[in-house]
Structures are given as C-alpha cells and as structure tokens.
C-alpha cells in the first residue's frame, strides 16, 4: 500500500471519529500531497509522485511545525503549542523512527573515522555517505552540527600534535 493511500484510509478514520485536529492535519497532508503531484506533473522533469517525494514533504512540514513549537514556546501560547505537537505526532507516524542524538552522533563519528575524515574540509564526504545510508531515518540539521563539532575537534588535535 502506498504511502498516499495510507494517509487517505487514516484520513477517512478520522472524518468518522470527527478528531477535528486530525481531521485538518491530514486536509494539509492531502492538500500538500497534491500540490506536489501537480508541481511534478506540470514540471520540466515530469515524473510520477512516489513514496519518497511524500516523505520529504512530511519531512519539510514536521520542519514548519518545530520552528512554530520553538516560538511559541518562547511566548508562552500552550494552546498553539498544544495543536503544533499533536501534528508533529501525527506526521511523524508516516515517517520510519527517527534516531536519537546519541546515536546520530555514533553514527557521525563512525562515519567520519570509517572515510578517515580529518577536517571540516571533509564534511561535504561524510554528509554525502551519510545521505546514501541513512536518508529515511537521520534528522540531517542536527548531524550536521555533530559532524562539525567532531571534525572540529579531529583537526584541533591534530594541529596541537
């Protein structure tokens, strides 16, 4: 089953239950989806929408969502808040199981050892490799800060050697 037919089924669940939070937040799924589908139709690469294009869009809307969560946590609006988490729940559901700080920095620091990374001149090899292996499941912001900071701390060692 596809991803869009997923969200669909779970939209029409939702519609019977009458959850208007889920009910609208998966009205922005469904419209977002074809809003994609009509960008790739219509576009110079015309292709078909495919489960990947679906979840960068989810991908780019729990982004929205985060950085609303942020300011509305700096203002202290918990009815917002309240609503902007509930979406994020709900759309991560349609994501695989993101990886925690802790291992996305394993993760990193293996990396960044195993392609024998030894400044940040080498970023660009260790985020590409990283990109390749862990596209789905790896939250690319935060590595990239974590890359940073070890390559940072790689060549610091070595110019004090």
């Not at 139709?41 to 929205?64: A, V």
Request: proline content about 1%.
């Amino acid at each position: 089953m596809s991803l869009k037919s997923k969200i669909e089924i779970d939209y029409q669940n939702s519609l019977k239950s009458k959850d208007k939070l889920e009910i609208s937040t998966y009205r922005l799924i469904l419209s977002g989806i074809k809003d994609l589908e009509i960008l790739n139709r219509s576009g110079p690469q015309k292709k078909e929408t495919d489960d990947n294009d679906i979840k960068q869009l989810i991908k780019k809307m729990i982004k929205q969502r985060n950085e609303s969560i942020q300011i509305y946590k700096k203002n202290n609006r918990e009815d917002l808040l309240a609503v902007e988490e509930k979406e994020v729940v709900i759309l991560s559901s349609y994501l695989p199981k993101q990886l925690t700080d802790d291992e996305i920095k394993n993760i990193c620091q293996k990396m960044a050892n195993d392609l024998n990374a030894q400044s940040i001149k080498d970023m660009g090899k260790v985020m590409g490799k990283l990109k390749q292996n862990y596209s789905d499941s790896l939250d690319f912001s935060k590595a990239g800060s974590i890359l940073k900071e070890i390559l940072n701390k790689k060549w610091s060692i070595q110019k004090n050697i």
